[in-house]
Each structure stands twice: as C-alpha cells, then as structure tokens.
C-alpha cells in the first residue's frame, strides 16, 4: 500500500523494507533535528497491523511470547518476541490492549507469517487474531516536546517514541493536526538515523535467522524473565544464567571521508577475516555516518573494522559480559538526548 503522504510537495519515497512511505520531504537533517530538538510526525504506514479480539486473547498471547502479558492493563504498550523452538526470534511485536483488543503492529511484510503462527496456535481458546493492515496504520511522534494527552487513534508508548494505531481515512488528518501544533512532518531516513544512534535493532534488518535475544539488547525490553514457559524459553534461561551470546550489537561509527554507506549484510571485517555483518546504516546529523553491527562477543572492543572498504570504530551497545546474570549495557539510555525522551 502506498502512503498518501506521498503526494505531499518534496516528497520522495523510500525503497527496500520501507517502500511505500516517505524516505524524506526534501531535507533529510532538518526532519532529524525537528525529530531530535522539538518534535515531529513520521509515517510508518507500510507496518503490518494485526488485532486479537476474544476473552482468552492475553493469556493465550502469554503462553506464545517472551513477554508477561497476562494482565497487561489497558493502553499499557509492550515488546515482545516470538522465538523458534530453539530460541531464534521469529517476530518482533509492540502491542497494546484497549480492554477489548489487544493490537500488534510489525515489520513490514511480516503480519500475515505472524497470523499464520498465531493461527495455527489458537486451538480451542476463545481467541480471533486478524490482520487488518489494510484497514490500520502505524504513525510514530518523535521529540523531547511532542505532545501528552490525546493525539489521535491508539497511543502506545514502546520503543522509540510514541506509536499512533489510526485508520487509514484518518491518517492524513492526524499527521496535519501534529503539523498545526509545531511538529514536523519527517520521512523516514530521519527516523532511522535516530533510531541506529539509540541502539535500536530493527527485525530482518539487524538480525538474521539465528539471531537471540541476548545478542541485540532485546532481553531487556522484550524478555520477561521470571514468567512461565513459552516457545524457546529454554535458550534464554540458559544464557541468562549460564553463559553468554555467541554475538553482540555494536554502533559502528564509519569513515565519514568515504562517500558512501555499507550495503545490508555485508561483511564487518577484521584482520582480513570476517568477525560479524552489518545492518542498518544512516548518516546522522551530528554523529556522521553510522551503521549497525552484529560481530563475534569475542572480539575485542577497542577493535577497528573495515566494512565495504570503509574504517569502522565500534561502540559498544551490548556488553561482551551479557549473560550469566550480567546486565546489558544499552547505548539506548545513554543516547536518549539524541532521539528526545519520552514522556
């Protein structure tokens, strides 16, 4: 589905993942200082939007995610992860209940494998998992001075900013009420440039197939420790208590003389031999160049890489140490200035 937005003048869409909505309105580092010093709008509409209707709904969703949704109050917002038997992640949700549907939203292209999951879980429960992509989209208001209070659909307060579920009629008419009271209207390589300098990970983008919690920082947002079983909750009591990733996220800050971005997936290189890849890259508005990487946790953190022929200096974002009851360190919280805190 392609956004309206896109008729709006300077608008350019963006390719890959994330066809179908706006890449940017003519001034890429304007939207991410709007996005960064005040606040702003960007549509994410081409997000899969799905909506689980029936009493046994949370509980039902308990028993499938890493996440303690049982009694997840009304307009709380959560992350949560589906994992393979063996505890891969399969699908990264951010979900909310209304006190009579919980509502999921997704990455792009990702909503129908999640129904079919979710389907193929429900049993005899009194559960109705729909995808109603076609008929919902996904707004996201970035900023330290975006708004409180009622913004327009359903406000989730999870992940980076806060998320609006609208209808798709409405959609047009809440992005212009947000531009009347002082947002900007920003595209989304603004957002991913923030995003990649908070540290955090986008599904299909910054992991691969056997990508696990501990690896990209999502034991923390996403994983409930103490709750009771789900699918591949075996893998991560184990690291948890035992042992550590094989792999960690770090920032990689490139060469910024080089005039150019790593393409997806390409080799993050060390000593002439590959230590991890590459993932999403942005260029920022004030840290330059930058790009996320999963390398190998044994690979020491004063390291520098090459990656496409450019120098990369990591940071580090999860800490060699994660597992074994260590706690991460996530450059999300100490980078909250760069991407405006929540309110």
């Not at 179908?20 to 549509?43: C, I, K, S, T, W």
Request: hydrophobic share 40%; net charge negative.
């Amino acid at each position: 589905m392609t956004s309206p937005l896109l008729a709006t003048p300077g608008a350019v869409q963006a390719d890959g993942i994330d066809a179908g909505v706006a890449a940017h309105y003519g001034d890429p580092y304007a939207e991410q200082r709007a996005l960064a010093g005040r606040f702003g709008v960007v549509d994410r509409s081409h997000r899969g939007v799905l909506r689980i209707t029936g009493p046994d709904r949370l509980s039902w969703l308990h028993s499938l995610t890493t996440q303690d949704l049982e009694r997840l109050a009304p307009g709380l917002a959560m992350e949560a992860l589906v994992l393979s038997p063996v505890g891969h992640v399969e699908h990264h949700l951010t979900l909310t209940d209304d006190g009579s549907a919980t509502w999921i939203h997704v990455e792009p292209g990702e909503a129908e494998s999640l129904l079919e999951f979710l389907t193929s879980m429900r049993f005899m429960l009194r559960v109705d998992p729909q995808d109603v992509s076609a008929d919902y989209a996904v707004l996201t208001v970035l900023g330290p001075e975006r708004p409180a209070g009622d913004l327009g659909g359903l406000r989730l307060e999870a992940g980076l900013g806060t998320d609006l579920i609208v209808t798709r009629p409405e959609l047009p008419g809440v992005v212009e009420g947000l531009r009347s009271a002082g947002g900007a209207l920003a595209g989304m390589w603004a957002y991913e440039a923030l995003r990649i300098a908070a540290g955090r990970p986008r599904l299909g983008l910054d992991t691969d197939h056997r990508t696990i919690p501990h690896e990209v920082g999502w034991i923390e947002t996403a994983v409930h420790l103490t709750k009771g079983c789900y699918r591949g909750q075996e893998t991560v009591a184990r690291v948890h208590n035992l042992g550590h990733p094989p792999r960690r996220l770090v920032l990689l800050h490139l060469d910024g003389s080089e005039d150019k971005l790593p393409s997806h997936g390409a080799d993050v290189m060390l000593d002439g031999r590959s230590a991890g890849f590459a993932g999403s890259a942005a260029r920022h508005y004030e840290l330059g160049p930058i790009a996320l990487g999963l390398v190998r946790r044994t690979v020491p953190v004063d390291a520098t890489f090459t990656v496409d022929g450019v120098a990369a200096a990591q940071e580090v974002l999860v800490s060699p140490e994660a597992g074994a009851n260590v706690q991460i360190e996530a450059g999300l919280r100490r980078r909250g200035n760069l991407m405006g805190r929540a309110r």
